[in-house]
């Protein structure tokens, strides 16, 4: 999100809105790492943080990149 708000000449809620993210498809796999998570989906990965008021998605539509983290 932080990478949107920087990038996009509108504000952060309407960046989101125009952002084209494909759509992710079945859930593959999934790995929790205390309150972190990743969702394997067949078309995308999301990436996920646990709030008080539950999971919540902060991160889709990254690209892989060969040995190292999503771009």
């Known amino acids: 999100m932080e990478e949107l708000g920087l990038s996009a000449a509108s504000p952060r809620a309407q960046a989101l809105r125009e ?13 929790v790492y205390g309150s972190q998570a990743r969702a394997v989906l067949s078309a995308d990965t999301l990436f996920l943080s646990h709030f008080t008021s539950g999971w919540k998605v902060v991160a889709a539509g990254c690209e892989p990149r060969s040995q190292e983290p999503y771009q």
């Open 19 to 31: 952002e084209p993210l494909p759509v992710g498809g079945a859930v593959r796999r999934t790995d």
